[in-house]
């Protein structure tokens, strides 16, 4: 997996991510693009449209983050403008990760905003599972990411450096700025995909709630932070802890819903709403399995000693295959597989993860932090 670090403004930030990530980036427009359009069923010029529509948002309330996406120290030439405008020829201003990697900035736009147009607009389907336990150290968080097999080429491992917030080191898709990972502060967030149609072009994306959450000192404050936007633009689940408290929220275009841990200090989630919603936020059908992955992880907690080692061999838990926890691909049955597993150990402020389904990785490594993301945390100079 390409290994990435970034560092300075959000402007450096994007350019350095966009850049070294060159190739991988394009694999993922190419990946997105199709799966985008073949869940909407939407011809081009109306994806444009929404999409300049989210661009102006992000650029108005996130300024920082659309800076990132692209990079602009002067007043944008986005705003108050046209489709043609952003997408002619010209191709506009390239900066930050599109200049980096010399795309067209409503290309990484899309990426930032691919569960809003793949999910809020059309009925999809989704899995992945999330864990937060207590253990006699402090706690344990988890997570097996399933998606489909040919986006495994596009992971990468990312670390943020900026000044005065905590040194950020997650797994994303090349050119999409938030995902699943820890900081330097101690804070991990895991994300699952929800099935409650629409969208709400004003509202806070979900990878952009995940890097708010990674920016953040303790959940509690990630929780406030997101909660402070305004609501959310289209459903998802972000399940966010450290080695004291977590969070689950569950949300849609139209409300958000807080998960606490359970009586024996767990949280788990997997695909499906486990809280009422809002009238207007109806679930579509998940994948049955989503329930049978649940009710098995809790099986396996029961019997849960609380060691890291027993905590990471939850994840390699094949019940139920080719649908199980450690989701396989089967042809004509099962479309994506496990890309990757991630272990937090809060007591050590690091995490293991294992590329591929965990059970037979491809790769594993430790993320962890030094003297040199300290220095952002702390507010030193980079």
Known sequence: MLRVTCEGSPFDIGYQHGHAAKAVIANTIEFSLGLIKGRTKKHEDELQSILVQLAQVIERKWPKY????????????YLDCDVQQLTGPSGGKKKGIAKGAERDILEIVMLNTRTE????????????????????????????????????NN??????????????KMITEAGIIG???????????????????????????????????LESRSPSEAYDRIMAQGGMAASAFILVGNGHEAFGIEFSHVDVVKQLPDAQGRLVHT???LLPHDKNA?????????????ARMGELLSGFGGTKAEFSRLWEDEDNYPFGICRG????????????????????REATVRV?????????????????????????KL
């Open 66 to 77: 659309y800076e990132e996406i692209r990079g602009e120290h002067d007043r944008s030439v």
């Open 117 to 152: 147009l793949a999910y809020g607009l059309a009925a999809a389907l989704d899995g992945c599972t999330s864990v937060w336990c207590k253990s006699p150290n402090g706690a344990l968080q988890g997570q097996n990411w399933d998606f489909f097999t040919a986006s495994k």
């Open 155 to 168: 992971l990468i491992q990312l670390t943020i450096r900026q000044p005065s917030l905590p040194t950020i």
């Open 179 to 213: 995902k699943v990972g820890l900081n330097s502060a101690g804070v991990a967030v895991n994300y699952n995909a929800l099935h409650i149609r629409g969208l709400r072009a004003t509202g806070l994306p979900s990878h952009l709630a995940l890097r708010m959450a």
């Open 271 to 273: 695909n499906h709403c």
């Open 282 to 294: 109806q679930e579509s059908n998940p994948l049955p399995d989503s329930w049978s992955r649940y």
């Open 329 to 348: 691909f089967l042809e004509g049955k099962s479309r994506g597989e496990t890309l990757f597993n991630i272990v937090v150990d809060h007591s050590r």
């Open 356 to 380: 591929g389904r965990p059970v037979a990785p491809d790769e594993t490594f430790t993320l962890g932090f030094d003297s040199d993301d300290d220095k952002s945390r702390l507010g030193g």
